[in-house]
């Protein structure tokens, strides 16, 4: 087992299958649930952006979108167990057929009215939502490194909502200013973050942007560890940035908190109070 620098186990090889099959396999005997947890916020998110921006059909950009488990969630109102129980049982099926049952559910279920692009290292992972209907466009490119290429910037413009889980902390404030900066519209966001990640870095260079963030009260279980010597060195970088772990990570779980972001304009405000008296779950 591979540990990166901030102690967790390295999954790496589970993010670029042709289809989504070793993800949900492995993530699901960690119980990994945070898209689960997520899914009442953004759908909540997108229903107010609507409201207060008039925009019938929102665009919603996933960072780390990977198979596009969020859009997937929103999109066809299905649990993180339905794509488990999807994914883990269909040992069977070629890569065509999980397409096409897959795409039938997305012919067949109805969830949030948004539009859903993903934005990921990942071209198998991409690749798979867009084939499947969960994404309507992908965007593949490492913008931490690089700048938006002029078709990504297009394929950016319209974006409404940036959302994330399990992805800020190796994605940071280089990629979410690019996609701001992309953007026509001043994107309102929401990221759930692993809490060993300070939001420092990002908050202050999303507030250069014109941008207040808050992060909710309450945390959000994400997974377990996957072994004592995996907690052992979370709990040492939790300890490096000054987060007290006693009875949430001491406890064998990996915690998340909330940020949402949006622009210091007429809008933002509303929506960053309703969040803060929020009891979604
Ligand atoms: C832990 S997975 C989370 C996937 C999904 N959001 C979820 O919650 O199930 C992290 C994802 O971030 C992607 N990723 C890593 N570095 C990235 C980068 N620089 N830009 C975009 N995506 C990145 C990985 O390919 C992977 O799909």
Redesign the pocket.
């Known amino acids: 087992m591979r540990f990166d620098a901030t102690g967790k186990v390295t ?2 090889h589970i ?2 299958q042709p289809d989504p099959r070793a ?1 949900f396999s492995a ?1 699901r005997g960690l119980d ?1 649930q ?2 689960q947890l997520a899914k009442p916020y953004f759908a909540a998110l997108i229903d107010e952006y609507r409201e207060a921006r008039q925009v019938d059909t929102p665009q919603v950009v ?6 596009g ?2 859009a997937a969630l929103l999109r066809c109102d299905v649990t993180m167990d339905d794509l488990y129980d999807r994914y883990c049982d269909a040992d069977d099926l070629s890569r065509a057929a999980l397409l096409a049952s897959d795409r039938e559910l997305v012919r067949t279920r109805t969830g949030a009215r948004a539009r859903f692009v993903g ?4 071209e198998p ?1 991409l690749s798979y939502a867009r084939q499947a209907g969960f994404l309507d466009d992908t965007v593949h ?5 690089s700048e938006p290429t002029t078709g990504q910037q297009a394929w950016l413009a319209d974006t409404d909502l940036v959302v ?4 800020l902390g ?2 940071g404030a280089s ?1 979410l200013s690019r996609v701001v900066a992309s953007s026509n519209r001043s994107p309102w966001m929401a990221h759930f973050v692993l809490r060993m990640f300070p939001f420092d870095a990002i908050e202050e260079r999303l507030s250069g942007l014109g941008y207040d963030t808050i992060r909710l009260d309450g945390v959000f279980r994400q997974r377990r560890f996957i072994s004592a010597e995996e907690q052992s060195r979370v709990l040492d970088t939790l300890s490096g940035v000054g987060v007290d772990p006693t009875g949430l990570e001491t406890d064998g779980w990996f915690y998340a908190q909330l940020h949402i972001s949006g622009p210091r304009d007429g809008t933002a405000p509303r929506f960053l109070e309703t969040f803060q008296r929020a009891n979604l779950r």
């Open positions: 999954l790496d993010y670029t993800y993530l990994y945070i898209p996933d960072i780390g979108s990977s198979y488990i969020n934005l990921d290292i990942s992972a490119a490492d913008l931490e490194r994330s889980t399990g992805s190796y994605v990629t």
